[in-house]
């Protein structure tokens, strides 16, 4: 064999590589590196930007409306943990109790198929003064507490995650479903043959054995709740002033609202860091259940 | 699955069944609300109870003129008809592109002699990780330095890129349980690497690209960031994107046109979802358990 034909056969499994690395490297590397580098910089995105080392972040603490995001964000990682979690064991558990499983699994799901902006846009419309939420609330004697729900500060932060359980419950549901039933038979025999109640089988077999599987969605759960965006965005856009805004949705308004591209990714960094934290739990999970394969 | 004897417990039973029964109903009623009121005329929907019809006309007929009105739009011209097109085009091109480039690398880094390949895996997975933010400035400024800003192209980048790190894991886990005797023997036929990849690898990978398709199809469909990010003119929007400008103040579509424009706009991602529910449920497992079955 010639040294060149060598040299080629040496070179020609990068190409394979080659069109996954360009995508991946110019489309999402290449700009998670330049956000960091340009939150150094004071920059509306034509002139030269002006390098004022850790200025953008000086700044974001000192900006109630950043902590008022802040509060937010945790408020919507307690709620996407409270809300839709939770109740995504509670149906797992109860409807694994039925006959017709899949029939009343799919309809719990089905939000799953639907977008943010869909889901945003056909609540915000049950929320306002005179739609259904209202409605209900006078049929059902509580015609006291009407009111535009997502005008009203905290109620509309509440309102969204609710909107937002709506929509992850079902999502929930499947995986810990899924968690139950790679649970080997033999415990529950054990459990059966033993008397055990079916209060005692839940809580002593069947919730530890899905311990994985809930540390995985509590994660998941709340990396969701951080990025906290679209449904934010169509429903309030942050507002009324500001009071409802998540980090996701400070970032977008510092960077493409005010154009202050160098405020915008020092927020984007900020939630970068937060999310990074909670994703290194979720790692270790997929990498110790993904071979190496070397 | 709790163990439950027969007879002594049929009460539990209908309980929880009366429980998820009404569980389900305040679950399916935002459904039922949009269905109800994007039957309605403008004056129909104010002037009637929302989990009913209005009487004031014929449903099915109003309903196809609001379908029509959000497809059309105002006389300001923005409908989502050209949208529901654009994110036609930007899912299936974008997940076609991103599953085939991804195979290539997950083969690659399977069974060809890469060094260092973890390291190649773990910078083509790290993209499941950043929020989206993370990659707004740095390709807005890219994309208007270059001319792409609000072209259909610049969108297909970013969605096929944005697809291939989990395109990549899912199949990289999916070649690993292909036996190596295959490759080898495909060798000694004197199969190129490319024709192994071609005719053996690709048939066996039917379907995990077919749970790709599904997911990452609605993911792109789904999609309000990048959406809203990179694309400002009608002719390059994609649906999300233009749905929630038809719902804000300056638009007076009215709001039964908007309600039925959202079911539009969700039919291709609830159908998918409904005939190919399992996909989705195996889908899902990987993405959140790390298993590839």
Redesign the interface.
Do not use: H, K
């Given at each position: 064999m010639s040294g060149k034909n060598r040299l080629s056969n040496y070179f020609k499994p990068y190409l394979f590589l080659l069109p996954a690395l360009c995508f991946v490297g110019l489309f999402l590397v290449y700009p998670a590196v330049n956000t960091f580098v340009i939150s150094f910089a004071q920059w509306n995105g034509i002139s030269k930007p002006l390098w004022i080392g850790l200025g953008n972040f000086a700044n974001m603490v000192q900006d109630p409306a950043f902590w008022v995001a802040f509060k937010n964000t945790v408020f919507w990682v307690v709620g996407s943990l409270l809300i839709p979690v939770l109740l995504g064991l509670i149906a797992a558990l109860l409807i694994s109790m039925l006959p017709g499983e899949r029939v009343l699994k799919v309809m719990l799901f089905l939000p799953y198929a639907l977008s943010g902006v869909v889901i945003a846009i056909m609540w915000s419309y049950m929320y306002s003064l005179h739609g259904a939420f209202n409605a209900i609330l006078k049929l059902v004697g509580l015609g006291q507490i009407v009111k535009p729900w997502l005008q009203t500060v905290p109620a509309n932060t509440l309102a969204m995650i609710i909107t937002y359980g709506w929509r992850m419950t079902g999502t929930n549901m499947v995986l810990f479903s899924i968690g139950m039933q790679a649970i080997p038979e033999e415990p529950l025999e054990a459990a059966y043959i033993e008397g055990a109640s079916s209060w005692q089988t839940m809580t002593k077999v069947i919730l530890p054995m899905m311990a994985s599987t809930t540390a995985v969605v509590v994660v998941m759960a709340i990396i969701n709740g951080l990025n906290a965006f679209d449904i934010v965005w169509v429903m309030t856009q942050g507002g009324p002033y500001r009071s409802s805004a998540t980090l996701a949705v400070n970032m977008y308004r510092e960077a493409f609202v005010v154009f202050k591209f160098g405020l915008g990714a020092a927020n984007a960094v900020v939630l970068s860091l937060l999310v990074l934290g909670a994703a290194v739990f979720y790692l270790r999970v997929i990498f110790r259940r993904t071979k190496i394969g070397e | 699955?709790?163990?439950?004897k027969k007879g002594k417990?049929r009460l539990?039973?209908a309980f929880?069944?009366l429980?998820?029964i009404l569980?389900?109903i305040v679950?399916?009623?935002?459904?039922w609300?949009?269905l109800v009121?994007s039957t309605k005329t403008v004056k129909g929907y104010?002037g009637s109870?929302?989990?009913f019809f209005a009487l004031d006309g014929n449903p099915i007929r109003q309903f196809y003129e609001n379908v029509l009105r959000g497809l059309q739009g105002s006389q300001r011209g923005n409908g989502i008809g050209p949208a529901f097109t654009n994110s036609m085009i930007y899912g299936v091109v974008a997940v076609v592109a991103?599953i085939?480039?991804?195979a290539?690398?997950a083969?690659?880094?399977?069974c060809?002699?890469?060094k260092g390949?973890?390291v190649?895996f773990v910078?083509?997975f790290?993209?499941t990780?950043?929020?989206?933010?993370?990659?707004?400035?740095?390709?807005?400024?890219?994309f208007?330095r270059t001319g792409l800003y609000d072209t259909k192209l610049a969108l297909l980048?970013?969605y096929?890129?944005?697809c291939?790190?989990f395109c990549?894991?899912l199949l990289?886990?999916w070649y690993?349980d292909v036996p190596i005797e295959i490759f080898e023997a495909s060798k000694i036929d004197g199969a190129s690497?490319l024709q192994t990849?071609l005719h053996i690898f690709v048939p066996l990978s039917r379907p995990p690209f077919v749970t790709l398709f599904l997911f990452q199809f609605?993911w792109v469909?789904?999609?309000?960031?990048f959406g809203i990010?990179f694309a400002r003119s009608r002719i390059t929007r994609p649906i999300?994107?233009l749905?929630?400008g038809l719902?804000n103040m300056y638009s007076n579509v009215g709001?039964p046109a908007?309600?039925a424009s959202?079911i539009v706009?969700?039919l291709p991602?609830?159908i998918?979802?409904?005939a190919f529910?399992n996909h989705?449920?195996k889908g899902?497992?990987v993405q959140?358990?790390?298993?590839s079955k």
């Open positions: - | 699955m709790l163990g439950i417990l539990i039973e929880v069944f429980i998820v569980w389900l679950w399916l009623f935002p459904l609300n949009v009121s104010l109870r929302p989990w991103s085939f480039s991804s290539l690398a083969y690659a880094l399977v060809l002699p890469i390949r973890f190649y910078i083509l790290s993209g990780i950043f929020p989206l933010q993370v990659y707004l400035i740095p390709l807005f400024t890219l208007q980048l970013v096929t890129a944005i291939i790190p990549v894991f990289r886990n690993l690497e990849f609605t469909w789904n999609d309000f960031i990010t999300m994107a749905l929630a719902q709001i908007v309600l959202t706009a969700s991602t609830v998918l979802l409904i529910r989705f449920f899902l497992a959140y358990g790390g298993s």
